[in-house]
């Protein structure tokens, strides 16, 4: 399954916001440097849905705060 991230990465508290079926909001504590904030979110959503983190992908956006990760 494919969804939407919008990204905020250096926030107070990490969680996970769902928008609608496919778009999700999702904060993380770390800062967006070298990949941390990515596997944050990837970490993040793979507890929000219950699977291990290897099963969370970043498709694109990777730079971007608009990203598309898909969970197998």
Sequence with gaps: ???SV???PNSR?????KVDENNFVVSVKE??????AN???RNALAVYFKVASSRVKIVSG????NKIVEVI
């Design 6 to 8: 919008k990204a905020k």
């Design 13 to 17: 508290e990490e969680k996970v916001e």
């Design 1 to 3: 399954m494919k969804i």
């Design 62 to 65: 990777h730079t971007s705060r």
């Design 31 to 36: 800062k967006p440097e070298k990949g941390k």
């Design 39 to 41: 596997e944050a979110i």
